[in-house]
T-cell receptor, first 111, second 111 residues
Framework: EAAVTQSPRSKVAVTGGKVTLSCHQT?????MYWYRQDTGHGLRLIHY???????EKGDIPDGYKASRPSQENFSLILELASLSQTAVYFC??????????FGPGTRLTVL | GMPVEQNPPALSLYEGAESGLRCNFS?????VQWFQQNHRGRLITLFY???GTKENGRLKSTFNSKERYSTLHIKDAQLEDSGTYFC?????????????FGSGTQLTVMP
């Protein structure tokens, strides 16, 4: 069974502060993704990576950076958190084509 | 218009009833993934299809890439089926194989 974990599960941050969200997968998957979900909406892609030490921009990358230091780990970094970045963030992994496996989500509140 | 449209936006069913959810997309896609998002916010994968039809218990899903739609059929609805159902379509655009999500169908099953 695919396993994707995220930490922290929830976080409160102050405007202008730095936030790092972490994702870890134990499936040896090549692709990893960061999505955000706003209340009442579907998920949108922020960044993705298909190999360690390389990241690519998704549909809504502004205000976010990503880091893939190893195949297993993928981080999302908010250098200067803003109110508009309050959302639930999901990490996912995928081997090649096909099904994506999602983590439990991180609820971020920026005050 | 929206690249992925889900209908209906909301649906109420009595226990034991059945209904279908529909997902239309604007361009040819390679696969569809259906999720249930429960009250805790967790995304549970129901199906991934690259073609044809799959069944799992009371659920059945169809994916028609050529005609650009997918359906999810629920029969003998149970209270635990309540939640938001998302379809997400995937393709090789920009090499990311990202999932593009619809806005969801909020299902309420009533006793």
């Amino acid at each position: 069974e695919a396993a994707v974990t995220q930490s922290p599960r929830s976080k409160v941050a102050v405007t202008g502060g730095k936030v790092t969200l972490s994702c870890h997968q134990t499936n040896n998957h090549d692709y990893m993704y960061w999505y955000r979900q706003d209340t009442g909406h579907g998920l949108r892609l922020i960044h993705y990576s298909y190999v360690a030490d390389s990241t690519e921009k998704g549909d809504i990358p502004d205000g976010y950076k990503a880091s893939r230091p190893s195949q297993e780990n993928f981080s999302l970094i908010l250098e200067l958190a803003s109110l508009s970045q309050t959302a639930v963030y999901f990490c996912a992994s995928r081997l090649d084509r096909g099904e994506q496996y999602f983590g439990p989500g991180t609820r971020l509140t920026v005050l | 218009g929206m690249p992925v449209e889900q209908n209906p936006p909301a649906l109420s069913l009595y226990e034991g009833a059945e209904s279908g959810l529909r997902c239309n997309f604007s361009t040819t896609m390679k696969g569809v993934q259906w999720f249930q998002q429960n009250h805790r916010g967790r995304l549970i994968t129901l199906f991934y299809l690259a073609q044809g039809t799959k069944e799992n218990g009371r659920l059945k899903s169809t994916f028609n890439s050529k005609e650009r739609y997918s359906t999810l059929h629920i029969k003998d609805a149970q209270l635990e089926d309540s939640g938001t159902y998302f379809c997400a379509v995937g393709g090789a655009s920009s090499g990311s194989w990202q999932l593009i999500f619809g806005s969801g169908t909020q299902l309420t099953v009533m006793p």
